[in-house]
C-alpha cells in the first residue's frame, strides 16, 4: 500500500509509521533557541554559549522523544483493543496517534486517553529520578527542565475538555453512566469550547500586559483545541447521521473512468480539464487498480507528465480506498475521512467495480437528513 504522508517519514516503531509534520521543524527549533539563548543561559550563566546550545538541542529532541512516547501509548493500547493504527505524527502542538476507527467501548477509551497523561508521569518521574542522581551540573539541568515539562505535559492533558486526553476520559466517565456515546460526546466538546476560550482570553489578557509571545501562543492552542473540539463532534454526528443506510444506496454508478496506462499528460487534458474531475478510478480490464488524484499530479514536476503514466503516480488497490456495496455508510464515512483522499472505490460480491463513493458525498446526504430531523 501507498501510504501519502504529509511530512517526512522517520521510521516504524512496533509496526507503527512515526512521521514528523513540516510545522514540527518550527516548533523544535523554537524550543531549542528558547532553551539555549534564555532558559539554560540564565541557569548557567558562567557557561559557554555552545554548550547552551548543545543542551537547549539535546532537551528539545529528548522532549518530543517524550511526546513520541506519550502518543505511542496511546496506540498501542488502542491496537491492542482491536482499533487499527494509521501512524502518529508530531506536529506543531505536540502529536497525534491517528486511529483507523473510533473505538466503540466507554472502559476501553478510559483505557486508551489515560495511557497518555499516565506516561508522561512516568516519564517526568525517570527524568526526576536522573536529576538527583545525575552529577553533571548540565545534565542535572537538562533533566530537571524534563522532568517539569513532562509533568507539565501530563496536566496540560487532564484538563477534562474534548478532544484533549482529559476531555476523552470525562466522555468514557459519562459514556459508562449514561449509555450515550453522543450525548457524552457533547458534554465533553462543551467542556472543550469552554476551556479553548478560557485560553484565549487569557493569551489576550497576557498580550495586553506585554507578554506577546506567551500570549501569543495560548491564543493560537485556545484556537486549535476549538477547531479540534467542533471538528471532532461534527465528524461524530455526520457518521451518526449515517447509520442504518448503506454505500449501495448513495454510490455513483456511472463514472468515468482511466487506464493505468495513460499518459499524465492526456489524464489532466483530456479528463480532468475537460470533465472538470480531480479524481477517478483506474481500472485494467474491468479490474479496479487503484485511484488516481489531482494531488498525484502535483506530486510530480510537469516535465514529467509526459513520461509517466496514470500507475506511476496513482494509489494503488488496498483496503483503506475500498469497500463493499453492503457495507454501511458510516464506514464508508470513516474510511473517506481517514484515507488522504476522500474517495473510496466500491466493490460487489465478485470484487468488481461497482462504483464511486466520496466524503463530500456524505457530507450532504447528512445535512439534508438534520435539516429534515
Same mark, same amino acid.
Given at each position: 500500500?501507498?501510504?501519502?504522508?504529509?511530512?517526512?517519514?522517520?521510521?516504524?516503531?512496533?509496526?507503527?509509521?512515526?512521521?514528523?509534520?513540516?510545522?514540527?521543524?518550527?516548533?523544535?527549533?523554537?524550543?531549542?533557541?528558547?532553551?539555549?539563548?534564555?532558559?539554560?543561559?540564565?541557569?548557567?550563566?558562567?557557561?559557554?554559549?555552545?554548550?547552551?546550545?548543545?543542551?537547549?538541542?539535546?532537551?528539545?529532541?529528548?522532549?518530543?522523544?517524550? +511526546?513520541?512516547?506519550?502518543? %505511542? *501509548?496511546?496506540?498501542?493500547?488502542?491496537?491492542?483493543? #482491536?482499533?487499527?493504527?494509521? $501512524? =502518529?505524527? !508530531?506536529?506543531?502542538?505536540?502529536?497525534?496517534?491517528?486511529?483507523?476507527?473510533?473505538?466503540?467501548?466507554?472502559?476501553?477509551?478510559?483505557?486508551?486517553?489515560?495511557?497518555?497523561?499516565?506516561?508522561?508521569?512516568?516519564?517526568?518521574?525517570?527524568?526526576?529520578?536522573?536529576?538527583?542522581?545525575?552529577?553533571?551540573?548540565?545534565?542535572?539541568?537538562?533533566?530537571?527542565?524534563?522532568?517539569?515539562?513532562?509533568?507539565?505535559?501530563?496536566?496540560?492533558?487532564?484538563?477534562?475538555?474534548?478532544?484533549?486526553?482529559?476531555?476523552?476520559?470525562?466522555?468514557?466517565?459519562?459514556?459508562?453512566?449514561?449509555?450515550?456515546?453522543?450525548?457524552?460526546?457533547?458534554?465533553?466538546?462543551?467542556?472543550?469550547?469552554? +476551556?479553548?476560550?478560557?485560553? %484565549? *482570553?487569557?493569551?489576550?489578557?497576557?498580550?495586553?500586559? #506585554?507578554?506577546?509571545?506567551? $500570549? =501569543?501562543? !495560548?491564543?493560537?492552542?485556545?484556537?486549535?483545541?476549538?477547531?479540534?473540539?467542533?471538528?471532532?463532534?461534527?465528524?461524530?454526528?455526520?457518521?451518526?447521521?449515517?447509520?442504518?443506510?448503506?454505500?449501495?444506496?448513495?454510490?455513483?454508478?456511472?463514472?468515468?473512468?482511466?487506464?493505468?496506462?495513460?499518459?499524465?499528460?492526456?489524464?489532466?487534458?483530456?479528463?480532468?480539464?475537460?470533465?472538470?474531475?480531480?479524481?477517478?478510478?483506474?481500472?485494467?480490464?474491468?479490474?479496479?487498480?487503484?485511484?488516481?488524484?489531482?494531488?498525484?499530479?502535483?506530486?510530480?514536476?510537469?516535465?514529467?507528465?509526459?513520461?509517466?503514466?496514470?500507475?506511476?503516480?496513482?494509489?494503488?488497490?488496498?483496503?483503506?480506498?475500498? +469497500?463493499?456495496?453492503?457495507?454501511?455508510?458510516?464506514?464508508?464515512?470513516?474510511?473517506?475521512?481517514?484515507?488522504?483522499?476522500?474517495?473510496?472505490?466500491?466493490?460487489?460480491?465478485?470484487?468488481?467495480?461497482?462504483?464511486?463513493?466520496?466524503?463530500?458525498?456524505?457530507?450532504?446526504?447528512?445535512?439534508?437528513?438534520?435539516?429534515?430531523?
Amino acid at each position: 500500500m501507498k501510504r501519502k504522508i504529509r511530512g517526512l517519514y522517520i521510521a516504524k516503531i512496533f509496526g507503527i509509521p512515526i512521521t514528523l509534520d513540516y510545522s514540527w521543524f518550527i516548533i523544535f527549533g523554537l524550543i531549542a533557541w528558547s532553551l539555549s539563548g534564555g532558559y539554560f543561559a540564565d541557569l548557567l550563566p558562567g557557561v559557554q554559549g555552545p554548550v547552551h546550545w548543545v543542551m537547549g538541542i539535546g532537551a528539545a529532541l529528548l522532549l518530543f522523544l517524550s +511526546i513520541l512516547f506519550h502518543e %505511542m *501509548a496511546h496506540a498501542l493500547i488502542a491496537r491492542s483493543k #482491536g482499533i487499527p493504527i494509521r $501512524g =502518529i505524527t !508530531l506536529h506543531v502542538f505536540g502529536g497525534v496517534a491517528e486511529m483507523k476507527q473510533e473505538v466503540d467501548d466507554p472502559k476501553s477509551e478510559l483505557k486508551m486517553a489515560a495511557a497518555g497523561p499516565a506516561t508522561s508521569i512516568a516519564i517526568g518521574l525517570f527524568f526526576g529520578l536522573l536529576t538527583v542522581l545525575s552529577g553533571s551540573i548540565f545534565l542535572k539541568a537538562m533533566f530537571g527542565y524534563l522532568f517539569y515539562i513532562n509533568i507539565v505535559l501530563a496536566v496540560f492533558n487532564l484538563i477534562p475538555g474534548f478532544p484533549l486526553d482529559g476531555g476523552r476520559i470525562l466522555r468514557a466517565i459519562l459514556w459508562i453512566y449514561t449509555g450515550d456515546m453522543y450525548q457524552s460526546t457533547r458534554w465533553a466538546t462543551l467542556a472543550g469550547r469552554a +476551556i479553548s476560550y478560557l485560553f %484565549m *482570553a487569557y493569551g489576550f489578557v497576557l498580550m495586553l500586559s #506585554g507578554v506577546l509571545f506567551g $500570549g =501569543i501562543w !495560548l491564543v493560537f492552542i485556545g484556537f486549535f483545541l476549538l477547531h479540534a473540539a467542533e471538528s471532532s463532534f461534527r465528524l461524530l454526528m455526520l457518521k451518526r447521521g449515517l447509520t442504518g443506510m448503506n454505500v449501495e444506496q448513495l454510490m455513483i454508478r456511472n463514472v468515468n473512468t482511466v487506464s493505468p496506462d495513460l499518459i499524465v499528460q492526456n489524464l489532466v487534458e483530456d479528463h480532468m480539464l475537460r470533465q472538470r474531475h480531480h479524481s477517478f478510478p483506474v481500472l485494467e480490464n474491468g479490474n479496479p487498480v487503484g485511484i488516481v488524484t489531482l494531488h498525484d499530479v502535483k506530486r510530480i514536476p510537469k516535465q514529467e507528465w509526459l513520461s509517466k503514466s496514470v500507475r506511476d503516480i496513482m494509489t494503488p488497490l488496498n483496503p483503506d480506498i475500498t +469497500i463493499c456495496t453492503k457495507c454501511e455508510l458510516s464506514e464508508a464515512f470513516v474510511k473517506t475521512a481517514s484515507n488522504g483522499i476522500g474517495r473510496l472505490l466500491v466493490l460487489d460480491e465478485t470484487n468488481r467495480f461497482a462504483g464511486y463513493i466520496s466524503f463530500r458525498d456524505l457530507e450532504t446526504l447528512v445535512t439534508l437528513k438534520l435539516r429534515e430531523a
